[in-house]
């Protein structure tokens, strides 16, 4: 076993001290850092979505920042402002908390869409343009949202332009009665966080998203990713299907995931496995469709089952 392995297995052994019962999310979890997607973590209030990004940020010994998003919240509070200097008149720019490796963006769709907007530049291209001037932001740059389902009160819902920017989206779901019990007692003397040590640092996971690009996929695994994606623009009940964002996020993701089984090359399991939080939030259904009860993750399954796999 490689030592980069071991601190992968190390690290999904020390997210699933926090986050109980839960595997199948902190795989995903960890093939986001891997691919290096943005994850966002949808559900409702309380089930540890903001629990598990700030265990994923102490595993990592790299800067992290968190903002809480409100409806006051403006996009300077994001980003940064110019500072007025009264010494020599001048203007220093302050930069903003998303400059740092780990962002968490807890309950984003409680600021306003003027606000989630301010992300869609960093989130895509790893800078922020501001006052005519390019900032590069630090690498790796990783924003791990939580959101509340926007029919809570005082949601706002993430246009598309901001959905296709995840990687990923999660739903934790309530745990077992049984694991609800452990999380109980778990917590009696300190929180399981207290615990955690990181596991990786910058250069690591920066030598560990390389490893992920260098995973061979033959091109019949691509064909079958770009039919995936085209299956769902042709779906009767879709009318915004996959991007090409998201196809190539499914390609990256595919490889990641690879890696962390402890391959060097990808297979259709991988795409199988990653195509349902990858593609999802990606979809816009039809009226019709989205009112009879259809949702985004049957359509994904549909496609799963209508396109063939190669061999």
Do not use: W
């Not at 003397?189 to 996971?205: C, F, G, K, M």
């Amino acid at each position: 076993m490689t030592p980069s392995r071991e601190r992968l297995l190390e690290l999904q052994a020390q997210l699933g001290r926090v986050i109980l019962g839960k595997p199948e999310a902190i795989e995903h979890v960890v093939v986001a850092l891997l691919s290096g997607s943005h994850l966002l973590l949808e559900d409702v209030p309380g089930v540890g979505k903001t629990t598990l990004a700030k265990a994923l940020a102490r595993c990592f010994a790299g800067e992290f920042k968190r903002v809480q998003f409100t409806p006051d919240l403006l996009p300077t509070d994001i980003l940064g402002s110019s500072v007025y200097n009264p010494r020599d008149g001048s203007f220093d720019f302050k930069e903003g908390p998303i400059f740092t490796h780990v962002l968490l963006a807890d309950e984003i769709n409680r600021a306003s869409p003027r606000t989630q907007s301010a992300l869609l530049e960093a989130m895509s291209e790893h800078q922020v343009s501001m006052e005519g001037v390019t900032r590069i932001l630090p690498k790796p740059f990783l924003v791990i949202a939580t959101q509340n389902p926007v029919e809570f009160h005082g949601t706002y819902p993430l246009p598309e332009a901001q959905l296709d920017r995840f990687g990923l989206r999660l739903s934790l779901g309530y745990p077992s009665a049984e694991h609800e019990m452990d999380v109980l007692f778990s917590q009696v003397a300190r929180h399981p966080l207290e615990s955690l040590h990181a596991t990786l640092d910058a250069a690591e996971v920066l030598a560990l998203q390389a490893a992920a690009r260098a995973v061979r996929v033959e091109r019949a695994l691509g064909a079958y990713i770009v039919a995936l994606a085209e299956a769902t623009r042709r779906h009767p009940s879709v009318q915004l299907g996959c991007s090409p964002r998201g196809t190539l996020a499914l390609f990256r993701v595919a490889q990641a995931r690879a890696l962390l089984a402890g391959r060097d090359y990808a297979v259709p399991e991988d795409v199988k496995a990653e195509a349902l939080p990858v593609l999802a939030h990606r979809l816009g259904l039809e009226t019709k469709a989205r009112y009879s009860g259809v949702s985004k993750e049957s359509v994904v399954r549909d496609v799963l089952g209508q396109v063939v796999v190669p061999v």
